[in-house]
């Protein structure tokens, strides 16, 4: 078992672990800052002692990290330094996602059914049908407020009996986690938006700086798409 110690605290960039595992040119650790591709969030990237790490994935309970460099041998206790400016990146990115969600959810109440990032772009899917007039603006708008708003964002982490029975993380369809999980990680950006989530975030809203929407594309009846880019506020 791999600890994740990026669910906590997000802004650590260096830790030192133990080697558990070398297969090939991937390197598995006690505890790892590095975040593994998963919910719609890319790896991080970093160096690992002396080798680059160009990718992470999660097996189980363990994070694997693919290394380009010298290879440590099981037992070792190796240092790693995250990728700061590509994670910032991704917290900025994954955050604003979050904020579009509370905000479609409070204007037209309606839910986000899938979403997908690089640093500083994203898409996001909503039960859209069919997109209202001047949504692309009216959201961007909005949602450029509430970066304004510099709301605080706080994590939590909630017992499964109690989560599914929080009515803003049952619309963001909590019930799908895993049974297996009895500890549920929550993001509450106050006042807007609350959500499971497993994923890097900043502390304010404020940090994000602004979004701007690229585009709007309809994926089939009921399943529309905003594309957009996190600018510099």
Not at 114 to 136: A, K, Q, V, Y
Request: net charge negative.
């Amino acid at each position: 078992m791999t600890e994740l110690l990026f669910l906590r605290d997000a802004y650590l960039r260096d830790f030192d672990a133990r080697v558990t595992g070398v297969e090939g040119g991937e390197v598995c650790l006690d505890r790892t800052a590095f975040y593994p591709t998963g919910g719609g969030q890319p790896h991080d990237t970093g160096t690992l002692g002396a080798a680059r790490v160009v990718d992470v994935r999660k097996a189980g309970d363990a994070v694997w990290h693919r290394v380009e460099g010298p290879l440590p041998g099981v037992g070792d206790v190796v240092h790693g330094s995250v990728d700061w400016d590509r994670r910032h990146a991704l917290m900025r990115t994954h955050t604003a996602m979050h904020v579009l969600c509370g905000v479609i959810w409070n204007e037209y109440d309606v839910p986000v059914t899938g979403g997908n990032m690089e640093p500083l772009s994203g898409r996001m899917d909503f039960e859209f049908d069919p997109l209202p007039d001047g949504f692309g603006q009216r959201v961007e708008q909005l949602v450029n407020a509430e970066l304004r708003a510099d709301r605080p964002i706080e994590v939590s982490f909630l017992p499964r009996n109690e989560a599914v029975l929080d009515r803003d993380l049952i619309r963001t369809k909590v019930s799908l986690i895993p049974e297996s999980v009895t500890d549920v990680r929550v993001v509450d950006i106050i006042g807007l938006d609350k959500q499971a989530d497993g994923g890097t975030h900043v502390r304010r809203t404020g940090e994000v700086g602004g979004l701007r929407v690229v585009k709007t594309e309809s994926k089939g009846k009921g399943n529309k798409r905003v594309r957009f880019e996190v600018v510099d506020g």
